[in-house]
């Protein structure tokens, strides 16, 4: 009986002390070298509903952290520089090395996909994925920092992922590629959301309506996008543990 309790002390200690937050190597943007942005509109409609993610298409995917931080700056430059914004716009850059590069963070506003900046955070994965999926280091990546973001209540557990895609009106955009698309299709709470391109009434935003969609597709069952809460080491520390026991 005594070992039958250590071991279920061991299972419930493992399996709340995984933080998906913590599974993911993270790179904030002083780590980066992010330039200051020139003005900051803070989010004021937390927790969000949706992610939507997207690809940088150009410049191409990164392996390692040198350049996949190249690859960030360059990002901000074109976003600051060409297109005039304020910032970087995605909330959050992946590499292929399976690391996460803060873009505007958890509480500013994004500028990644019109109609949706106030209402989802976007991810974006370097490279081209028109064709080939991205790797398993970026999305498992992926996975877990949305997961992380419903930990630390900035998206609700009842949550959505679309596309760059999908959000906006058909042939807008080829965003995030179908490698992409076909990838994340099989995760539990991606949404087959399309925006039509129709106008809205005057109570209505893209979010509301996509959101409703989703639900009728869905439904409300909050559902982990990955098996974030009992990582690899932890399931073989158990193995042994009950091992020993048993033996």
Known sequence: MRNVLAICFLLSTVAHGQSPC?????????GWGARPPTSITNLT???????VI???????????????????????????????????????????????YEGRGWNRQGAHAPGWNNDAF???????????????A????????????????????????????????PGYTECPGNGTIDAIKPWPRYCSYQNSGANLTQNQTQASVGRQFCLNELGSSATSSSFSSISFHSVLAI????????E
Do not use: M
């Not at 409609?45 to 992610?51: D, V």
């Not at 940088?56 to 392996?63: A, D, E, G, I």
């Not at 991810?123 to 994925?129: E, L, V």
């Open 122 to 136: 976007g991810i974006c994965i370097i490279g081209d994925f028109s064709t080939a999926a991205p790797n398993q």
């Open 239 to 246: 193995f042994l543990f009950v091992h020993y026991f048993i």
């Open 138 to 169: 970026a999305l498992s990546a992926v996975k877990l920092w949305i997961d992380c973001g419903i930990e630390l209540g900035h998206v609700k557990k009842e949550h959505f992922i679309i596309t760059h895609r999908q959000s906006q009106r």
């Open 45 to 51: 409609s937390k927790p969000f509903s949706f992610y």
């Open 22 to 30: 913590d599974q993911v190597p993270f790179v904030s943007r002083n």
């Open 54 to 100: 997207h690809h940088t298409y150009q410049p191409p995917n990164c392996y390692d952290d040198a350049s996949c931080i190249e690859r960030v700056k360059w990002i901000q430059d074109f976003h600051q520089k060409d297109r005039g914004w304020v910032d970087i716009g995605y909330h959050f850059l992946v590499g292929e090395n399976g690391k996460v």
